[in-house]
């Protein structure tokens, strides 16, 4: 199965989060609020928390959202062979995260489509929200997306947040073209980042992302090479669609350009097998010269 989502539920390529994601803020919002320390894993040289842990972070909620009556459906025999597929997702990080504090991962559903849902997630440091992330999940069977079934509905309803937030615009078309990217990063899978849906895991995906921005940077700011340039340039928010399903083993190359834009830098990445788009990402982060780097004469 190549193509992962609806049409009609494809994350944007913009900073749309910051947009529609105020509901996510509030942790009365959430009907869900799951306790989480942070692990020594999940932290950066400079002791935060890094936004690709935080994908970890949102992936364990969704894993860990409780849909009793589509668990017995399938239990029963009811519901055939199938899959959960995640298909995009926006993360974005509000304030640090360090080792030693507690958290709250709040979870709840903003959207449910026809063969796809949303959910939306709020990290929280007391009633302090810290990050934000919402996603589109897809429930595939073997020819593709598949209707969801009323049990599974009746589930989702159960966590639906008060303001779900718009269905933000599909990215444009020229962003699957390989030619549209200035730098490549050749990337080789490893068993180790394939999940039970015996492909590659989306935070393995976005790590990849980060780890082409992070080989831009050295490559073109006067930033320390040792240890990767700092950690304060790295994107505070990513926003990453899963286009198609990537295998395992392979090599892929992430494509990046690089923009300026009045915040800092948007870094528009595609991952692609030779010239098939398989993935799309935008990270966002601060300028270079506010985070103490400067542009590579």
Known sequence: MDRMADPTTVLSAGPSLAEDGDA?????????????SPRYADLGGDGR???????RWFEEARIAAEL???????????????RVLLAAQRIRAL???????????????????????????GVFAGDRCVAIS??????????????????????????????????PARPDAGRHDRASYPFGHTITTRIGDVDTNRHVNNVAVLSWYADAVATWQSDHLDAPRDGGPPEALAPSAWEVQ?????????????A??????????RYRAGLFAGERCVGLADGFGAAVEER??????
């Open 24 to 36: 996510l803020t509030d942790v009365a919002a959430f009907p869900v609020l799951r306790p989480l």
């Open 95 to 121: 304030a640090p995260m360090t080792l030693g504090d507690d958290y709250r991962v709040g979870t709840g559903v903003r959207r449910v489509g026809g063969s796809s849902y949303s959910y939306g997630h």
């Open 134 to 167: 919402d996603s589109v999940t897809v429930l595939a069977g073997g020819a593709g997306p598949c209707g969801l079934p009323d049990e599974l509905r009746a589930d989702l309803a159960a966590m639906v947040i008060d303001e779900p937030g718009g269905v």
């Open 292 to 297: 103490g780097a400067h542009p590579s004469r």
């Open 256 to 265: 990046l350009a690089v923009d300026e834009t009045p915040d800092g830098h």
């Open 242 to 254: 899963y286009v198609a399903e990537v295998a395992h083993p392979r090599t892929y190359d992430v």
């Open 68 to 82: 009793p009556r589509f668990r017995r459906l399938v239990e029963d025999g009811g519901f055939g062979s199938f």
């Open 49 to 55: 928390v890094t936004t690709v842990a935080l994908a």
